[in-house]
């Protein structure tokens, strides 16, 4: 993605926001149209004047969890922690529960993105982000 569309911003109640300066579907220019809440944060949601179509950052898309949770918890993982050691240091900072599996989907994920394929063996995957 080209840098000068995305940059990131933070709104009053601290939560960052991916800005989004044109439509991802027509490159036409947006303005933003309030805010969703979500179950652990809130999304900024944009509407396009050219293609009338409203939309979110793709960052935080389907996403459950904050954004700074999931990148806290990979970057624990690269710091090699196991997963239930990054389970509860998440707990302590943010006082959110989450299960190594959770953890161990996010990676699958990210692999998948990253590397086009499922990690088959059980060692451990650095993550570059």
């Given amino acids: 993605m080209d840098k000068s569309i995305h940059e990131f911003e933070v709104n009053p109640l601290g939560e960052s926001f991916k800005k989004i ?4 579907f027509c490159e036409g220019k947006v303005m933003k149209r309030g805010v969703r809440k979500k179950k652990m944060e809130s999304v900024q949601i944009y509407f396009c004047k050219n293609c009338q179509k409203r939309f979110t950052s793709q960052i935080t898309k389907n ?11 990979l970057t624990l993982y690269n710091r090699l922690y196991k997963f239930e050691e990054i389970s ?26 990253r590397f086009g ?4 063996d059980d060692s ?3 993550i570059q982000f």
Wanted: hydrophobic share 35%; net charge positive.
């Fill in 21 to 24: 300066e044109k439509c991802p």
């Fill in 63 to 73: 996403k459950t969890y904050p954004l700074r949770v999931i990148i806290e918890a």
């Fill in 88 to 113: 509860k240091a998440i707990e302590e900072k943010y006082s959110i529960k989450l299960s190594p599996q959770i953890i161990s989907r996010w990676l699958e994920e990210i692999f998948e993105k």
């Fill in 117 to 120: 394929g499922k990690c088959e």
């Fill in 124 to 126: 451990r995957t650095i």
